[in-house]
């Protein structure tokens, strides 16, 4: 299978603070590609640095075949339209109505009239399973699980080739949770987009990734199937999966 993207080397500082040590990876088209590691281990820098929102001190990044760090501003530009990034804890703008959250992208970059744009965000919204009832709603009227599905909505607006996740089911019920998972999986299913979904959920990682890379302190420790991570030969690993499964419901997960 074909790689969308190619991670090589990457360093990355904050201050004095070397947060990325030489990561290097690569996602294939089409695959859901998890990254799980504990707090502040550098997801969420990896995912900006692929999305463009943060740049590396070293490294390549190559999605689609070409390196984005040399991007223009202008080519950055239509490269984000082909990314999808559900922000971790969803950063839904509070003072727009969720049918103009939902088409954000569209409302700066495009010359879709009014209907149009409402009915992008309805399509989009029935996608992730809300409805009409939900389009003219303020973020603040939506409990956590529905602010996670407007947001994937959004990610989901200008139909991209690659969504990112970053952490969808934190802060949900275990119910919730699973139906998030449920929308990741189907939403791969009916788009073929390729997924990289940034989580410290056990249960999500085991039962939804082709493949998990599993990071502390800016370093891989291993990349592997379900399987492979959850029997790895690394002592640090498997204590790390099986601290979070003990926390997690019984059968949650199935390998
Ligand atoms: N803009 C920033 N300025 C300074 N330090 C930062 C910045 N962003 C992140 N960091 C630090 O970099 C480290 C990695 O952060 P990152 O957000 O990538 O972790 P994470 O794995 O996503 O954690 P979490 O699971 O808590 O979201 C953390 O120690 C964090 O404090
Ligand atoms: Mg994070």
Redesign the pocket.
């Known amino acids: 299978m074909e790689n969308l993207i190619e991670v090589k080397d990457l360093y990355l500082s ?1 201050g004095k603070r070397e ?1 990325l040590k030489g990561v290097s990876f690569s996602v294939k088209k089409g695959e859901i590609f998890t990254i799980l ?1 504990g ?7 990896i995912t900006k640095c692929i999305v463009g929102l943060l740049k590396p001190s070293r490294g390549d990044i190559l999605v689609f075949g070409r390196s984005i760090l040399s991007l223009s501003s202008i080519e950055l530009d239509s490269y984000r339209k082909r990314v999808g990034y559900l922000f ?1 804890n969803s950063a839904l703008f509070d003072s727009l109505r969720v049918w103009e959250n939902v088409v954000f992208y569209h409302l700066e970059h495009s010359s879709y009239n009014l209907k149009e744009l409402k009915s992008i965000a309805l399509e989009k919204l029935r996608m992730v399973g809300l409805s009409e009832e939900h389009m003219e709603l303020f973020p603040s009227e939506l409990s956590g699980g529905m602010k996670k599905r407007a947001a994937l909505a959004r990610a989901l607006a200008t139909n991209p080739e690659l969504i990112i996740y970053d ?1 969808p089911t934190s802060g949900l019920d275990p119910i919730n949770s699973r139906l998030i998972d449920e929308l990741i999986s189907s939403t791969r299913e009916r788009t073929l987009a390729t997924s990289i979904v ?1 989580t ?1 959920d056990m249960v999500s990682a085991l039962s939804i990734s082709d493949r998990i890379m599993v990071v502390k302190d800016g370093e891989i420790m291993q990349i592997g199937t379900p399987s492979e991570i959850y029997n790895s030969p690394i002592d640090w690993v498997r204590k790390f999966i099986s601290m979070g499964i003990k926390n997690a419901p019984d059968g949650a997960y199935n390998l």
Do not use: R
Request: cysteine-free; proline content about 0%; aromatic content about 8%.
């Open positions: 904050f947060i590691g707090s502040g281990s550098g997801k969420t820098t971790q952490e940034v410290h």
